[in-house]
């Protein structure tokens, strides 16, 4: 997040370093001079016992390298030369830059030094107010809510969900009702026989299709159905679209996970069923849903924030903009 709303400021802050195109432009100027006196000590003006280093006139002293060894775990000799190493790179760079690529970056670390001190101790997702995430938990729960609430409308609790796979016939290959009783009546043979066996996978029942298709019907294998609710508007909101209400009641009378069940019809054909999962209701109370409800509400709600924030600012300096 600092980083976001750093770009945006450090966006903010860079077109002040541009130049005026008329005489009515203003143009705020920072005394790039400020930037060679930063945490720098003339070696002339640095205390014997402090001095370790000196870089072409400038000192680098025992606290540089204390510093060093512990922010970064080096050891004092690494810590020195990195010292050195950093105030010759400082040095060099100083000759490179010009003034305005200073400005630019002197406004840039002003602002997230700003950021850090004062936003972010302000607002953060801690200081978000228990009754917007009251009304958001509200909002997910209800029978009424935001579209926009669709993708995390179950996170905080649903009905129970059932997942299944399938051998299916589809009703096209299945020509007059002579022809349905004999692919029922395979089915509940192929299911006697599997009642027999281990079945403890879904390759395992899988494998029980072959047995179908001795029968000469083309048979379908279908693992990848969605874990299933019995109330219409959860499989509409999760997957845009209905399921046969006769397939998902018989869904649910299966006993238990790993139940293989009695083939039945729909408009759709005939069904073998193997009850993969069972998913159980759950619901969480708004205080069970509190921190989850900060991380999915926190990138918003601190990006209005900082618009507040900003505003807050405006409104404390006198400032014209001219077109």
């Known amino acids: 997040m600092i980083k976001t709303i750093s770009l945006f400021l ?3 802050v860079s077109s002040c370093s541009r130049s005026p195109s008329s005489s009515n432009d203003v143009l705020v100027k920072i005394n790039t001079s400020v930037f060679h006196g930063i945490k720098r000590l003339k070696t002339k ?11 072409n006139g400038y000192a680098v002293t025992v606290a540089d390298v ?4 512990k922010n970064k775990g080096l050891s004092s000799s690494e810590a020195i030369e990195k010292a050195v190493a950093d ?18 970056f002197h406004k840039a670390v002003a602002a997230w030094y ?3 001190q004062d936003f972010e101790k302000k607002y953060n997702i801690e200081s978000i107010p228990d009754e917007k ?19 995390i409308k179950f996170y905080f609790g ?3 969900w059932r997942q299944g796979i399938q051998l299916v016939v589809n009703i096209k290959d299945i020509p007059d009702k002579e022809n349905m009783e004999s692919v029922l ?21 899988g494998n029980l299709a072959w047995n179908l298709q001795n029968s000469y019907f083309r048979v379908g294998f279908e693992n990848a159905l969605p874990p299933l609710s019995k109330k219409k508007i959860e499989n509409r909101l999760r997957f845009g679209r209905d399921f046969d209400s006769f397939f998902i009641e018989k869904l649910f009378e299966a006993p238990s996970e790993g139940e293989i069940m009695d083939p039945f019809i729909t408009k759709y054909g005939a069904h073998f069923v193997y009850l993969k999962k069972i998913i159980p209701e759950f619901n969480k109370s708004f205080e069970e849903s509190k921190e989850e409800l900060k991380k999915k509400m926190g990138m918003g709600w601190l990006i209005k924030s900082f618009e507040k924030w900003i505003s807050e600012k405006r409104s404390k300096y006198n400032y014209r903009i001219y077109l």
């Open 158 to 160: 649903h009905s129970e």
């Open 66 to 69: 204390e510093k060093l060894m």
């Open 114 to 116: 700003l950021i850090e």
């Open 10 to 12: 450090f966006t903010l």
């Open 87 to 104: 105030e010759l790179v400082w040095q060099e760079s100083l000759k490179k830059f010009d003034p305005d690529i200073l400005n630019y």
């Open 45 to 55: 003006d640095c205390p014997p016992q402090s001095l370790v280093a000196d870089v």
């Open 133 to 151: 995430l009251k009304d958001l938990y509200d909002n997910i729960q209800g029978p009424a809510y935001s579209a926009s609430l669709t993708s």
């Open 185 to 205: 009546s395979m089915m509940r043979l192929v299911k006697s026989s599997a009642n027999s066996s281990n079945i403890v996978t879904d390759n395992d029942f």
